[in-house]
């Protein structure tokens, strides 16, 4: 199996992923959809320890801090949109257009 | 055809089928249970990729943790007739512009990876990487790895104060 | 030697004198704003005798250390020192000795000013340090900062203390004059980040001298020079204005207060053509050439389209406005031929339009004035009542035509003489704009001084009709005077000011190569 | 000689004081100018009689230098240069006597002073000019001095638009002059008549060059000379005081024309086709304005069109190759047509009108005034032993002897017509019952008016002396420093000329005098022929309908240009500029999912450019 094959699909998904968040209007989904963007980071990571210059586990442990970050990032998502939909009774994400004001 | 390519491509199929399933669906759960798909077929293809360990903690934090954290949140908010309603933002020029955007990201940087191959074939990677990523962890990395853990504190923290009930709301209640 | 700094930074003690004056003490503040205004005229008349007595000019010349930008690492270790630097030749001393006679007048003819004086004063001193500054600097970053100073200053006071339109115009003023700046700052970068300095005499060795060519950063093609020439002129095309760029002129010179039009008219339109002369021609001879067809197409556009619209105006402001654009075309006309004849004859009409455009907005500031209009057919026989105005007026409207004996004169013919070498039959087409400058400018002050008195027509926001008016003043007729003794002088006997440029133009024929 | 550049200065000074003192001297300018322009015209005598001994006298200083070239600017006396000086001053210093009675008590009367001093000093510096740059200066001072004095009455609007037209017309031909000279001055490399005439004689100017040159310049003069076509401004500049008429039609302004053709005469003499244009316009001109002069009314309208009549014979002159009879007759007219003008002044002075049909009956009340009057028009029509029958003579026999019998006739048929109309004028004004209103206060003007006409009068008789078959031609060996000699014309020319002119009288008399031949013989024949004579040949609504007209719908067309199509591409761009503002505006809705599309929408686009560039530009 060559790199770019791996390469591919992770571009695949990250496009995927992309697509979602920036049109999907529950809010649940483009928090999901951004985690989809995070793991075709890390499937990069890992492709380019096995397949890179320079194999080594460095990618390995960079995948691993993505997933650290995101898991953060899925925790404070979510408490922010229980907030928000504390206040406004919905996930919807063209409703929360207080930016404009 | 090795078993390796046949295994790949399983795989990649149902990443990918997971992900557009994901785009397709309508039902909220229906579309993180498809994901929870995607997240699996990944853990499989880092085993492929010799990351025997990050698979393990993809299936724990992914296909787990997260997926669980989702479906609460789904549980906690009201999602009532959303099988009628438009599952997306904007009109169809929004939509295009992204479809168009995210096409030609793409393509543009498919242009650059379609040929990249760098000869290597992973025989350089250490056989019992869980041991390797350990040790690197706690010696080379140990100053980022404590910064992971406050920063894990720091959102847990964030998690809580952010859902907690404040005073305004506990009136509306 | 700090004669240049001092030179051109004098006027802003007056700046720093009247902010200790309170708003309301009027005639102080004219005072110390025209006093100002008098040391930058001496020092440069000063250095203007000197001159003419022999003294080399170059000796005024300063440099300090200002910006060092080496510590990039990315960047050459010698390279992109920024210095501070004023230097001035035969060239720029005739612009310099021009802005700052004009500035003084415009300081008295100020006097029409009433409101918000203060402020007023202080922009008219800091548009004069810019002006001055741009004639003296010797580098293009510093070129640039003082053009900029100009532009604020000029916006300000076009849209604070204008007529009617007054912020359009401003706006209008700066978004044309901006536009040519932000062109002119890209072919300053691109020339400084190629050569390493923004020295004029620095630049002009490196770019065509085989030897200090290879002291270039990174080696300019003949294709990149051509860009840079076509910005820079483009750029300068902006503030000249050439046809079809002017439209902002017609705006500022109806809408600013006449005595800022004096100032505008007379020295920052011309600070275009010194920037093609400087550094067009200077910096970019053997490019030149390509554009010296289509810049005196140019010119002679320009006169023909200014003189023929200039002819049906009704408002003498627009009348005059009209007659700058035609007026500036003869400038291009000189470039265009680029030999001796048509760049002395460039230089001459800059500066001759300079003076005569200050009188003509003297007398219009005059005329606005007692009036309160200065359309012509509102007007009319003003010989009668006011004879000495109209004998001024009468005297700014011949040398407007061109009349020989009086400066405009020179610098048409000696343009016209250069191109008359290269395109005989364009010049001629050209020439035919003399025609046109006689009909217009007679018609405009003839309708306005001969004729039927039309002075009983109460003028514009008053019931009364105006059976006398007062003819011109001391602080009127003075500036006028002097203004008119300069003209005849220049037109007289222009070897006085011929004979400055020598040196400065040889350089440039040296590198043009002929 | 080598003073001969005070002799202009005298006239500056007198106009520079005058303008400056002038408010506070009042009547006492008139001793200025009058003083100022005595010494110059004794300094112009002393240049003339130092010229007779010596030789040509040049004198250049620096005016200005374009590389390595130099400008000059300088005197030069030649024997036509000093000619023209004596002839300019004289006639100007009788001018400036004769207004002192004309203009006495007029509120500007100082001002009027200084304009004929500058007039006067703008005349004789272009007649001391040594090179055409000079020339070419002065010529257009010389406009700016009958503008002036056209302008005088500015209170008239009829004075205003004859002045404008007056600048403007003349510009129009200086406009042609200058890029002859221009022209000449990149053949030649030099403004120098010598030099000039250097290259025309070595071949260095191209024949083709030396037509073209040629004919630029003499359109210079067909403006200042009012040949036609550009000869419309002329009549109009009646307008101005007429002592200032007598001046520009006399001496100065018109003068000019012929004086500038004559200084450039080998020039012209290298090109036949200049020649021959010369010629045809001049003798053109002469038949045509002396036809119009034929139904004019206005006393000093006739007076004008019989001026550009005259001045073109001096083009047919000067383009039959006889230079010294283009002078001579140049000469003549100065005096007869500067006393035809004061005598003509004095008459208006007398009845305060200009219209010859509400005058008659005058040969009495004006007993100094209409024999003077007289005698200037059997001079201008060329009766025997009268100044202009010789020079007239001179001229037909060198339109003769050059070969041009049309010319030949054409100009014996303006003489006829000139005699005619001369004395239609006489007979009209001071023949006859009186027509006029102010009967009782009709009196003959002061001394100070007199005395100029007088000595105008003797000299309209005697000038004529000069240059005859009989007593030798002191003028012709003058101007040509004795290489002169006289063409043998037929005899017969003469006697046609003396005749012709007789015959004009004659009829005249007949028509105004005794009334044998009804007066509305012409307009009764012929109406439309007599109305398209009033209005001279519908010249003015020619140019009204075709270049002024022209001029000013592509003026209106370039306004149009200028408000909508310069006006909208410049809003058109800031249009899109703010177009793009408002689109950016728009998209700063507060929806998240906008911003980052934008965001993302940028970085696909910087990528692709990336990409598709391979990043080498950076």
């Known amino acids: 199996m060559t790199l770019s094959a791996y390469l591919a699909l992770s571009l695949i998904l990250f496009c995927i992923g992309l697509y979602g968040a920036l049109t999907k209007r529950n809010t649940v989904i483009v928090l999901i959809c951004i985690e989809l963007m995070l793991n075709a980071v890390n499937i990069n990571f890992v492709a380019f320890a096995k397949y890179g210059p320079h194999p080594s586990v460095h990618g390995h442990v960079f995948a691993l801090f993505a997933i650290a970050v995101a898991a953060a990032e899925a925790a404070v998502g979510l408490a922010a949109l229980i907030a928000f939909y504390r206040n406004r009774k919905t996930v919807r994400v063209d409703e929360a257009n207080s930016l404009k004001h | 055809m090795s078993g390796t390519d046949i295994a790949f491509f399983l795989l990649a199929l149902a990443a990918i089928a997971g992900a557009v399933m994901m785009l397709q669906l309508t039902n909220v759960v229906h579309m993180v249970l498809s994901l929870v798909m995607t997240f699996l077929a990944i853990a499989g293809l880092y085993v492929l990729l010799s990351a025997e360990f990050v698979a393990v903690v993809q299936v724990l934090i992914y296909s787990g943790a997260i997926t669980i954290i989702m479906l609460f949140a789904i549980m906690l908010t009201r999602h009532h007739a959303d099988d009628k309603e438009r599952q997306t933002t904007g009109g169809v020029g929004h939509k295009a512009a992204a479809a168009f955007a995210v096409l030609a990201f793409g393509l543009a940087v498919y242009a650059g990876i379609r040929t990249l191959d760098f000869g290597a074939d992973g025989s350089a990677l250490p056989a019992d990487n869980a041991k390797a990523i350990g040790q690197w962890l706690y010696s080379y990395y140990t100053i980022p790895f404590e910064i992971v853990s406050v920063l894990l504190l720091v959102a847990l923290i964030g998690a809580i104060v952010l859902a907690k009930k404040d005073g305004k709301g506990a009136e509306d209640e | 030697m700090t004669f240049l700094s001092l030179l051109v930074f004098s006027p802003l003690l007056g700046i720093g004198l009247l902010a200790w004056v309170r708003k309301t003490e009027t005639n102080m503040i004219q005072w110390i704003g025209t006093a100002a205004t008098v040391p930058p005229l001496l020092l440069s008349l000063f250095a203007f005798i000197q001159s003419v007595r022999g003294f080399p000019l170059e000796r005024l010349d300063e440099a300090h250390h200002w910006v060092r930008l080496a510590d990039f690492p990315f960047l050459t270790d010698a390279a992109y020192v920024i210095r501070y630097e004023l230097g001035i030749d035969g060239l720029s001393l005739l612009f310099i000795v021009l802005t700052a006679v004009l500035g003084t007048l415009a300081a008295v003819a100020s006097l029409l000013v009433n409101e918000e004086k203060k402020g007023y004063f202080m922009w008219l001193l800091a548009l004069e340090v810019g002006m001055l500054g741009v004639f003296a600097a010797a580098n293009f970053i510093w070129f640039f900062f003082f053009l900029e100073v100009t532009l604020v200053a000029m916006f300000l006071l076009v849209g604070k203390w204008g007529g009617f339109e007054r912020e359009r115009a401003a706006y209008s003023y700066l978004l044309y004059n901006g536009f040519g700046s932000a062109l002119l700052l890209v072919v300053i970068a691109v020339l400084v980040a190629r050569t390493g300095t923004a020295n004029f005499a620095l630049l002009g060795d490196m770019l065509h001298h085989p030897v200090a060519e290879g002291q270039l950063i990174a080696p300019l093609t003949s294709e990149a020079r051509h860009w840079l020439l076509g910005g820079l002129l483009l750029a300068f095309a902006f503030k000249l204005p050439a046809v079809p760029l002017h439209r902002w002129l017609i705006r500022v010179h109806v809408e600013a207060p006449p005595p800022v039009v004096m100032l505008h008219a007379g020295v920052l339109l011309k600070i275009a053509a010194y920037g093609m002369i400087r550094f067009g021609i200077g910096l970019f001879p053997d490019e030149f050439r390509a554009f010296a067809g289509v810049i005196a197409a140019l010119g002679v556009v320009n006169i023909l389209y200014g003189a023929l619209l200039a002819l049906r105006q009704h408002e003498l402001k627009h009348v005059l406005a009209y007659s700058s654009v035609s007026h500036m075309g003869v400038v291009l006309v000189g470039l265009g031929a680029l030999n001796e004849a048509g760049i002395q004859g460039a230089i001459f009409q800059s500066i001759a339009h300079g003076l005569i455009a200050a009188l003509s907005f003297l007398l219009v500031g005059v005329l606005a004035d007692r009036w309160g209009t200065t359309d012509i057919r509102r007007l009319g026989g003003l010989a009668a009542s006011m004879p000495v105005f109209s004998g001024y007026l009468l005297t700014a409207a011949l040398a407007l035509l061109g009349l020989p004996g009086l400066a405009g004169f020179v610098g048409e013919f000696t343009a016209f003489l250069g191109l008359f070498a290269k395109k005989p039959i364009l010049a001629a087409v050209g020439a035919l704009g003399l025609i046109f400058a006689a009909a217009y400018s007679l018609k405009a002050v003839l309708n306005v001084t001969f004729g039927r008195a039309r002075g009983s027509q109460p003028p514009a926001g008053q019931s009364e009709p105006r059976e006398a008016v007062a003819d011109l003043r001391m602080n009127e007729a003075v500036p006028a005077f002097i203004l008119v003794a300069l003209i005849v002088a220049v037109g007289v006997y222009p070897q006085l000011l011929a004979g400055q440029l020598a040196a400065a133009l040889e350089t440039m024929m040296n590198g043009l190569g002929g | ?618």
């Open chain 4, 1 to 618: 000689m080598n003073l001969a550049w005070v002799v202009p200065l005298f006239p500056l000074c007198s106009f520079v004081l005058l303008l400056w003192f002038g408010r506070k001297w009042k009547q006492t300018s008139a001793y200025v100018g009058i003083a100022a322009t005595l010494l110059s015209l004794l300094a112009a005598f002393g240049v003339l009689v130092s010229r007779l001994g010596g030789a040509t006298y040049e004198a250049n200083w620096t005016w200005m230098k374009i590389g390595d070239a130099t400008l000059t600017v300088g005197v030069s006396v030649t024997a036509l240069n000093a000619w023209m000086l004596v002839v300019v001053a004289l006639v100007s210093w009788l001018v400036h006597i004769y207004s002192q009675g004309y203009m006495a008590g007029d509120e500007r009367f100082s001002t009027f002073y200084a304009y004929l001093g500058l007039f006067t000093f703008a005349m004789l510096g272009l007649v001391l000019s040594p090179n055409l740059l000079q020339a070419y200066m002065f010529w257009e001072l010389v406009g700016l001095g009958s503008f002036l004095l056209i302008g005088f009455y500015f209170y008239k609007e009829e004075a205003k638009a004859a002045a404008k037209k007056a600048f403007i017309m003349t510009r129009i031909g200086d406009v042609g002059f200058l890029i002859g000279v221009l022209l000449l001055f990149w053949q030649t490399k030099s403004f120098d008549y010598d030099d000039i005439f250097r290259a025309v004689g070595n071949g260095t100017l191209s024949p083709g060059m030396t037509t073209l040159t040629a004919i630029l310049i003499f359109i210079g003069a067909i403006g200042k000379s009012g040949q036609f076509p550009l000869h419309t401004w002329l009549p109009d500049a009646m307008e101005g005081p007429t002592p200032v008429s007598a001046l520009i039609h006399a001496a100065t302004m018109v003068a000019a024309g012929v004086y500038l053709v004559a200084a450039l005469f080998p020039l012209y003499e290298a090109s036949a086709a200049a020649m021959m244009t010369v010629a045809v316009i001049g003798g053109g001109t002469a038949v045509f304005a002396a036809t119009i002069g034929l139904v004019q009314t206005d006393i000093k309208r006739v007076l004008a069109y019989s001026t550009i009549s005259q001045l073109g014979y001096m083009m047919l002159a000067l383009g039959s190759g006889s230079y010294v009879a283009a002078i001579f007759h140049l000469t003549t007219h100065a005096f007869f047509k500067a006393l035809l003008f004061l005598a003509a002044g004095s008459v208006i002075h007398a009845v305060h009108t200009q219209n010859i049909e509400e005058m008659g009956g005058l040969w009495r009340r004006l007993p100094w005034t209409a024999p003077l009057f007289l005698v200037g028009a059997l001079s201008i029509s060329g009766v025997p032993l009268f100044a202009g029958f010789f020079s007239k003579d001179e001229i037909l026999a060198a339109a003769w002897t050059n070969g041009s019998v049309g010319l030949f006739w054409l100009a014996v048929a303006a003489a006829l017509l000139t005699s005619f109309y001369m004395f239609r004028l006489f007979f009209l004004v001071f023949a006859g019952e009186a027509r006029h209103r102010h009967d009782g206060a009709v009196h003959e003007a002061p001394m100070s008016m007199t005395a100029p006409m007088v000595v105008l009068g003797v000299l309209s008789v005697a000038a004529g002396y000069i240059q005859t078959p009989w007593f030798g031609s002191f003028l012709g060996e003058w101007l040509t420093d004795g290489a002169y000699h006289h063409e043998a014309a037929p005899g017969w020319i003469a006697v046609v000329a003396a005749s012709v002119s007789l015959a004009g009288i004659l009829l005249a008399w007949l028509m105004y005098g005794k009334r044998t031949v009804p007066r509305d013989w012409l307009s009764a024949r012929a109406p439309y022929g007599y109305e398209l004579l009033r209005r001279h040949y519908y010249m003015d609504d020619l140019y009204r309908s075709t270049v002024v007209a022209l001029v000013s719908s592509i003026s209106r067309l370039l306004g149009y240009v200028d408000r909508y199509l310069v006006e909208g591409l410049v809003q058109f761009v800031t249009g899109t500029v703010n177009a793009i503002a408002a689109a950016g505006s728009r998209g700063q809705n507060g929806q998240a999912q906008t911003y980052g599309l934008v965001a993302a929408a940028g970085l696909a686009m910087l990528v692709v450019i990336f990409a598709l560039t391979g990043g080498d530009w950076l």
